[in-house]
């Protein structure tokens, strides 16, 4: 499969629910945890501190393989959601969680969701995963989706 033009909104929701159930699976789990240790808090905010942004890095990777394969020609070059996930999934598995500048996309960091710039430790926070998420489908929907059936370029 070279890259799919269009996605169905049952696929796009499909997806959005599963990215939506590890957000909350995350969130049930920090929230036992602090139920249930109530004498070691500083223990317990440190290894939330550290597990969060490598949990959420990840979840960014799971966005993008979710739509691996969409058309970079139709997702355009402008700086938009879709974009700024690739760009910070190519700098979590090939620069060692450091953003790199990508001269094929014109990602401003005052426009961005994440507002990293080139060089920046990405540390991907829930907070900030919720608001990537929520506008990397949205683009989805406005850009990718089709009512009918999935269409391959060949």
Request: glycine content about 2%; hydrophobic content about 40%.
């Amino acid at each position: 499969m070279l890259c799919m033009n269009s996605y169905t909104q049952d696929y796009i929701d499909e997806c959005h629910a599963r990215v939506n159930a590890q957000i909350s699976a995350y969130q049930h789990l920090i929230k036992t945890a602090r139920i249930q240790t109530s004498t070691q808090e500083t223990a317990l905010d440190s290894a939330i501190d550290s597990f969060e942004p490598i949990f959420f890095n990840n979840m960014v990777l799971v966005l993008d393989q979710l739509f691996v394969h969409r058309s970079r020609i139709i997702e355009g070059k402008d700086g938009n959601p879709l974009n700024e996930v690739r760009v910070v999934c190519n700098s979590l598995l090939n620069n060692n969680s450091k953003l790199l500048a990508d001269k094929g996309i014109k990602l401003d960091p005052t426009k961005s969701i994440l507002k990293y710039r080139a060089g920046d430790d990405i540390k991907v926070s829930e907070a900030d995963f919720v608001r990537l998420s929520q506008a990397f489908f949205a683009a989805m929907e406005t850009v990718f989706c089709e009512h009918s059936s999935l269409e391959t370029v060949k």
